[in-house]
Each structure stands twice: as structure tokens, then as C-alpha cells.
């Protein structure tokens, strides 16, 4: 049964403003060569969750035919309609209750994204009841560190870290949690974004099969 969206008109204006013009530089290096191979995967029916400003919208292939954009922040959907086409529906809502039906969707999207989503474990379920035996959820995030001494620097600034950066969160082990809704998380890959502060230059990246 489809879920009724709900819309969340809670969001960060000054965020929007500064992420739209500072993510610009950094999608013309390393980030957005990951993130087009990522998101040159996609097919048929594709969810991209936490849409953001729509880095992703440009290098969906013409393998999608229909596009379906999860984004709660009013001030990021400004941004992000500008980019949108006819194959496009943008849904006003968080990822924790997604408006599709079981097993409706053959492609997620998630970059950047379940840092800053309110539950990262009732995501990634949700994430999986969305899609179909055989669909794949294409993973781009950064991810607790695996050196315990950045790890230590990830907790401590944590706890100031979400109300300067759109409510991201710096420690979290996203791969733990797709693992436990289901997903097949030995495709990931850890890579590191070069120039970056050591408590957000751990990345996961990869392909995942709903198991």
C-alpha cells in the first residue's frame, strides 16, 4: 500500500544558500567523479533520496524512465526544481516513511544523505520495502572513520556539528545499519575524499543488491 506523504516544512535556509555555492567546486573533483559513476547505474524506476540541490539529476542515464525526489528541506527543493524535468515527482517529505509502494522501485539513490536524515536504521528499511528482488541501492556517504583516533575527534564535535551543517551527522556507520535492513554490503568500498578534513573524508561507495 502506497504511503501518504506527508509534507515537512521544517529546513535550513542559511544551509541551502552556502551548500548550493560551496558543493559547486567540490563536484568538479574527486566527489562528482565518484558520484557520476555511482549514479550512472541507475535504471527504470529510480529513487534518489535526500535530492538536495539535484547534483544527482544530471547524470541520471536515459536507462530511468521515471525519477521519484525525496527531499524535505523547502529551501533545498527551490533549488532543486529548477533542475527537474517532465520524468520527475518531487515528494515533500523525509526518507523515514517513503510514498512508494513494497517493492515498486529498481533503483536508490543515496549520497550524502543519511547523515542528516532523523533515523538512519528506519532509512535504510525503508530503503529496502521500496525496492524490487533484484533492484540495487547505489551508496555514496561519509561514514565513521576506521582510525579510532579520528573516531574520537568524530564524537566529540558531533555534538556541534549538526547545527552548522543541515543536521549531518560526522560518526554515523551507515554500512552497519544498510546491513541490518537487508542490503548485501560486501560491494562496498572505502575511499578517501583528498583535501578534506579527516572527520568527513571517509567514504562508502558501491553498488548494493537487496537481499
Not at 542528516?116 to 561514514?143: C, F, I, N, Q, T
Request: hydrophobic share 40%.
Amino acid at each position: 500500500m502506497s504511503r501518504t506523504a506527508v509534507s515537512a516544512e521544517r529546513g535550513h535556509r542559511f544551509f541551502a544558500w552556502f551548500y548550493a555555492r560551496a558543493s559547486a567546486a567540490a563536484e568538479k573533483g574527486p566527489l562528482g567523479e565518484h558520484r557520476r559513476s555511482l549514479v550512472r547505474q541507475a535504471r527504470g524506476v529510480t529513487l534518489d533520496i535526500g535530492s538536495g540541490v539535484g547534483h544527482n539529476l544530471a547524470h541520471l542515464p536515459a536507462a530511468v524512465a521515471e525519477v521519484h525526489l525525496i527531499e524535505p528541506d523547502p529551501y533545498m527543493r527551490t533549488r532543486l526544481a529548477a533542475g527537474m524535468d517532465e520524468s520527475m515527482q518531487l515528494h515533500p517529505v523525509g526518507a523515514e516513511s517513503l510514498p512508494l509502494d513494497d517493492e515498486s522501485a529498481d533503483i536508490g539513490i543515496t549520497t550524502l544523505t543519511m547523515c542528516s536524515v532523523d533515523d538512519v536504521d528506519a532509512v535504510a528499511r525503508e530503503l529496502h520495502r521500496v525496492l524490487r528482488p533484484g533492484g540495487k541501492l547505489l551508496v555514496m556517504e561519509h561514514v565513521r572513520s576506521a582510525d579510532d583516533r579520528v573516531v574520537r575527534r568524530q564524537d566529540r564535535l558531533d555534538r556541534l556539528w549538526p547545527a552548522f551543517s543541515g543536521g549531518c551527522h560526522i560518526n554515523r556507520d551507515t554500512g552497519a545499519s544498510l546491513q541490518a535492513a537487508g542490503f548485501d554490503t560486501a560491494a562496498l568500498r572505502r575511499v578517501e575524499l583528498p583535501g578534506t578534513p579527516a572527520v568527513t573524508r571517509e567514504l562508502i561507495i558501491g553498488a548494493l543488491a537487496r537481499r
